[in-house]
């Protein structure tokens, strides 16, 4: 079993940055997908960034929306693991409640499996930008 705790979200103007941190209860060896979804009001979640857990190839995965904005990163420690999101020239859009999610397979590096597929999730960090 395998939780996940979301942090960072708030408030900023358009233009502005945040950084998003996902802490998992304990270490994620090699063979897991951390991804960071997003959601609006009415609307499916939204996979935005993906990357592998543990020591080999980590495969980081964008979406077009937010390549070159933002950025997924691991710190891996003893016995956690903490997956970060560093969003950059944030815009309106940007909006929603973000939330980590971990699958015990590995993604490809070219696209978000379905969250369906995916076995933990955190409860969410709400994220606004204004205009």
């Known amino acids: 079993q395998v939780q996940l705790v979301e942090s960072g979200g708030g408030s900023v103007q358009a233009g502005g940055s945040l950084r998003l941190s996902c802490a998992a209860s304990?270490?994620?060896?090699?063979?897991?997908?951390i991804t960071w979804f997003r959601q609006i009001p009415g609307k499916e979640r939204e996979g935005v960034a993906t990357i592998n857990t543990g020591a080999g190839d980590h495969k980081i995965f964008y979406v077009d929306s937010v390549k070159g904005r933002f950025t997924v990163s691991q710190d891996n420690a003893k016995n956690t693991v903490t997956v970060s999101l560093q969003m950059d020239s944030l815009k309106p859009e940007d909006s929603a409640m973000f939330f980590c999610?971990?699958?015990?397979?590995?993604?490809?590096?070219?696209?978000?499996?379905?969250?369906?597929?995916?076995?933990?999730w955190g409860q969410g960090t709400q994220v606004t930008v204004s205009s």
């Open positions: 304990r270490y994620l060896y090699d063979g897991y997908c």
């Open positions: 999610a971990a699958r015990r397979r590995v993604c490809t590096g070219y696209s978000v499996p379905p969250a369906s597929e995916y076995n933990y």
